[in-house]
């Protein structure tokens, strides 16, 4: 019940037999409203999943807009937006959420169609840092990165064959680090429109890391070389 100190969470049914009071209290605190049912009233709003005796109805995730997104990130000398190409899995993005909230990313951009949502799933896996992340959902990634380049931010994209390693940029500098979905990565027209195209070199005997894992080191290592 993480997500009660954000006040998503709009009704609360529980089973007539649940008395968890810490919940309990909790909910009562938020003045959150509470509804008592049996157990194939909370099975059917459920839809099948586990619940325990409690089910939340929790409002709708908010998406920021690109504009949003650059006026705060103006009140940075560096700001750092992370832009996702047709990420599939919600764990995936779920932990990049995870790790931009940690390291005070601006604002992660996402396709509107071929890529995962904001969803349930995401929100868990982020341990909440979905509530703190501004996420914009644009139809179009080139126009995005376009819209980005005329704000000032160098595009920096991420592919296993690229000449240079992500330690050899400057990003003293406002970027956009653009990361590939899990099987196909970054696409070429994207490639294309990026000021520069960096791998993280491997030494290793399988040349391939998860999305979310190069997320973080490349997303930590910008951060400190701000």
Not at 2 to 18: I, M, Q, T, Y
Not at 101 to 107: E, I, P, R, S, T
Not at 119 to 139: D, H, L
Request: proline letters at 3%.
């Amino acid at each position: 019940m993480s997500s009660l100190g954000e006040n998503r969470v709009e009704k609360v049914f529980v089973d007539h037999r649940f008395n968890d009071r810490n919940i309990l209290d909790k909910l009562k605190t938020k003045r959150i409203p509470i509804e008592r049912l049996d157990k194939s009233g909370l099975d059917k709003l459920a839809d099948g999943g586990l619940h325990q005796g409690i089910v939340a109805v929790v409002l709708n995730f908010r998406y920021f807009s690109l504009e949003e997104i650059l006026a705060s990130s103006q009140t940075k000398k560096f700001p750092l937006v992370v832009v996702l190409d047709s990420l599939k899995d919600p764990h995936n993005l779920g932990a990049i959420l995870r790790t931009c909230d940690a390291f005070g990313v601006d604002g992660v951009i996402i396709k509107k169609h071929d890529q995962v949502p904001l969803n349930a799933t995401v929100a868990k896996v982020s341990t909440g840092a979905i509530n703190f992340v501004k996420v914009s959902e644009v139809t179009n990634l080139s126009t995005a990165l376009q819209t980005l380049k005329n704000n000032g931010f160098w595009i920096v994209s991420t592919d296993g064959s690229a000449p240079n390693t992500y330690q050899e940029i400057d990003y003293q500098r406002p970027i956009a680090l653009v990361l590939g979905s899990e099987g196909d990565g970054v696409s070429n027209l994207l490639l294309k429109r990026s000021d520069y195209v960096v791998k993280i070199p491997m030494s290793g005997h399988v040349n391939s890391l998860n999305v979310s894992v190069a997320a973080g080191i490349l997303i930590a290592h910008i951060n400190a070389t701000k």
